[in-house]
């Protein structure tokens, strides 16, 4: 494990603001910004050491999976405090189920689409939450993501033994 995957996992705990709020239903507005800017500055700094030193498969699958524990955090809590759409939560909570570990194939729309869920997710905790149907509409443009990702990994040719590692 590196000082990379170590940054990647206390990037995991960053949640804790997000989970008070889920289980209480109370919000400190500044507990969300400070993880928010925490986490954003952990996953460059991470990107940043992993890129200098080599990436390690464990990092490649830390990342993914902890961007994701981060984004179902933020919706339960949007959910939580009724400023986002029930029905926003079905993609984070899907990830597990149609996607797990990581993707097949990123394509630019994913990202695009995993954006667009972040930004609905810092307006839904901020003073203004998003209107209803726009959150659904990009909950659903996630959704489609996830999908088709699941769709392409159903796709991709298994050999029906293990392959041999050489050397």
Known sequence: ??????????????????????????????????????????????????????PTPLGAVLDIEVDSWLTLSAVLAGVRLGR????CAIPPVARYALAPGPAVDHRRWHHLAGRAQMAVLIAALSRRPPPPRLALALAALQLAALLDVARRRDETPRLPWPRRRPG
Do not use: E, N
Not at 84 to 87: A, D, E, Q, S
């Open 1 to 54: 494990m590196t000082a990379a995957d170590l940054l990647t996992l206390a990037r995991a705990g960053l949640s804790l603001p997000a989970w008070v709020t889920i289980l209480s239903g109370r919000a400190r507005p500044i507990a969300f910004w400070t993880t928010l800017l925490a986490s954003t500055l952990l996953d460059w700094l991470d990107g940043s050491l992993a890129r200098c030193i080599g």
């Open 84 to 87: 986002l759409p029930r029905p």
